[in-house]
């Protein structure tokens, strides 16, 4: 059931546009995308859009992307087997959402950018595709599982975003939630991502107890090649002081998650150390974090 924005009636769908009866405010389709809630503060800075087409020609030989979906998949299938209906939120182009697609969930691809979700389009990710505002609310009671991988650090206000995921849910559904570990690692790298801020388990924990979920699992990864990110965020610092440095942080962060084939396979290797012990057992530092919630409201 989905809530009108304005209203929050039930919409319904007409064959060519989601329609709210009760207050007569249309939701248009275009090009497949389903406009759902999109109202942008063009003030403020949400992420970098023109990184999707990089990231979508890097991430299918990235270490970091292959290995993040290794973990993220494993943790799926463990709390919640296919076929189950998710909806990934900040879904970028798809890359996570198309690995779960190929598991045998229905999945729902949903971001702020009409641009990402036309490459979700592209790898046939998704069911639906929408535009949506997690700092607006328009979902109620709908979704198996959401899934957010590295998006609420990019929102200001990151417990509405987790209340309005909690709202997407069934009663019994999962949230999958990844995001960057350790406010010590925060350097030019975040500034650039349009990142907020970096997550102590602390935090992370508070947030999602707070938008009424209760956690399942919470543990870091990230963790074996910890010591060489923490000293390559410690050389590149925290100064942004001019365009040029600009550019040079924006190629080494793209260099970092697309290194040359020999260290990226080295790397994968170390890296893909982490989701067999993470079957096993939770890790104790890292450079994110991973937590499994669960919507679980009380029987009157
Ligand atoms: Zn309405």
Same mark, same amino acid.
Not at 2 to 10: A, G, R, T
Not at 18 to 23: D, I, P, T
Not at 208 to 234: C, D, H, N, Q, W
């Given at each position: 059931m989905i809530l009108c924005k304005n209203c929050s009636n039930p919409i319904q769908y007409n064959g060519e546009q989601y329609l709210c009866s009760s207050c007569?405010?249309?939701?248009?389709?275009?090009?497949?995308?389903i406009d759902l809630s999109k109202n942008l503060d063009e003030n403020k800075t949400y992420y970098p859009e023109d990184s999707f087409d990089t990231l979508y020609k890097i991430e299918e030989a990235s270490f970091w992307f292959k290995v993040r979906n290794t973990i993220i998949s494993q943790t799926i299938t463990r709390y919640l087997p296919p076929p189950a209906?998710?909806?990934?939120?900040?879904?970028?182009?798809?890359?996570?959402?198309?690995?779960?697609?190929?598991?045998?969930?229905?999945?729902?691809?949903?971001?702020?950018?009409?641009?990402?979700?036309a490459f979700c389009m592209k790898r046939n990710a998704g069911r639906h595709y929408f535009t949506l505002n997690l700092e607006e609310r328009i979902?109620?009671?709908?979704?198996?599982a959401v899934c957010a991988f590295d998006v609420i650090e990019h929102i200001e206000?990151? &417990?509405?975003? !987790?209340?309005? +995921?909690? @709202?997407?849910?069934?009663?019994?559904?999962?949230a999958f939630i990844t995001v960057p570990a350790c406010p010590s690692l925060w350097n030019a790298g975040d500034v650039i991502s349009e990142h907020k801020r970096r997550y102590t388990m602390k935090e992370l924990s508070d947030k999602v107890e707070e938008a009424g979920f209760?956690?399942?699992?919470?543990?870091?990864?990230?963790?074996? &090649?910890?010591? !060489?990110?923490? +000293?390559? @965020?410690?050389i590149t610092g925290n100064s942004l002081n001019d365009d040029s440095c600009l550019q040079d942080i924006k190629d080494d962060c793209l260099a970092q998650l697309n290194p040359n084939p020999l260290v990226n396979k080295l790397?994968?290797?170390?890296?893909?150390?982490?989701?067999?012990?993470?079957?096993?057992?939770?890790?104790?530092?890292?450079?994110?974090?991973l937590c499994v919630a669960q919507k679980k409201e009380r029987t009157k």
């Amino acid at each position: 059931m989905i809530l009108c924005k304005n209203c929050s009636n039930p919409i319904q769908y007409n064959g060519e546009q989601y329609l709210c009866s009760s207050c007569d405010l249309n939701y248009p389709i275009n090009n497949g995308i389903i406009d759902l809630s999109k109202n942008l503060d063009e003030n403020k800075t949400y992420y970098p859009e023109d990184s999707f087409d990089t990231l979508y020609k890097i991430e299918e030989a990235s270490f970091w992307f292959k290995v993040r979906n290794t973990i993220i998949s494993q943790t799926i299938t463990r709390y919640l087997p296919p076929p189950a209906e998710v909806i990934e939120v900040g879904c970028g182009t798809g890359f996570v959402a198309s690995a779960m697609h190929k598991l045998g969930y229905t999945v729902d691809c949903a971001d702020l950018f009409p641009e990402a979700l036309a490459f979700c389009m592209k790898r046939n990710a998704g069911r639906h595709y929408f535009t949506l505002n997690l700092e607006e609310r328009i979902f109620v009671e709908e979704y198996d599982a959401v899934c957010a991988f590295d998006v609420i650090e990019h929102i200001e206000n990151d &417990l509405l975003a !987790l209340t309005n +995921m909690y @709202r997407l849910l069934k009663n019994g559904g999962y949230a999958f939630i990844t995001v960057p570990a350790c406010p010590s690692l925060w350097n030019a790298g975040d500034v650039i991502s349009e990142h907020k801020r970096r997550y102590t388990m602390k935090e992370l924990s508070d947030k999602v107890e707070e938008a009424g979920f209760r956690i399942s699992k919470m543990t870091y990864f990230m963790a074996l &090649l910890f010591p !060489l990110l923490y +000293m390559k @965020r410690k050389i590149t610092g925290n100064s942004l002081n001019d365009d040029s440095c600009l550019q040079d942080i924006k190629d080494d962060c793209l260099a970092q998650l697309n290194p040359n084939p020999l260290v990226n396979k080295l790397l994968y290797t170390i890296f893909s150390i982490e989701p067999l012990l993470l079957r096993h057992m939770n890790l104790p530092i890292g450079g994110s974090l991973l937590c499994v919630a669960q919507k679980k409201e009380r029987t009157k």
